[in-house]
């Protein structure tokens, strides 16, 4: 079963079980994904393009969540926090830090990048391994701490 087919059965079953913040957290990504095959022009998205939405999606999630909380919304803040456990589960297990420096000490060896002028040369071998499986800041600041 495809990525596509299971969000979409999953917005049938929680609408079966009325739950309301899965049913719209769902139907939202629904709609991102919509937006994406309006944008690229494409009939189907496939795993890999849905998993970088719902990354999207969650990445929103996240800095939301930090600003309500800093703001005091802590009815918004649970909201998202709901929101974004539920984006979680479609997404990979995320890589823990030690995973995370195997795999940028892997792309350095197969890149040959030896400084932070390579960055981009080791960002290119680096990003298949991990999309999807670890946040975008961390995986710089990974990269950053490898190359000084």
Excluded: H
Excluded at 15 to 29: G, P, Q
Excluded at 92 to 115: C, F, H, N
Excluded at 129 to 139: E, N
């Amino acid at each position: 079963m495809s990525l596509q087919e299971r969000i979409e059965k999953d917005v049938i079953d929680a609408m079966k079980a009325k739950d309301a913040v899965k049913v719209s957290t769902l139907r939202m990504l629904k709609s991102a994904l919509g937006n994406y095959l309006i944008q690229t022009k494409k009939d189907k998205a496939d795993d890999a393009d849905i998993l970088g939405i719902i990354a999207k999606q969650a990445k929103q999630r996240r800095e939301s969540l930090e600003s309500f909380e800093k703001g005091g919304r802590k009815d918004l803040a649970d909201k998202e926090k709901a929101e974004l456990a539920i984006l979680e589960a479609y997404l990979p297990k995320q890589l823990s830090d030690d995973e995370l420096k195997t795999e940028v000490q892997k792309a350095i060896a197969a890149s040959g990048a030896k400084g932070p002028a390579d960055m981009g040369k080791l960002m290119k071998v680096l990003m298949p391994a991990v999309q999807g499986k670890a946040d975008g800041k961390r995986i710089q600041e990974a990269v950053k701490a490898a190359l000084k």
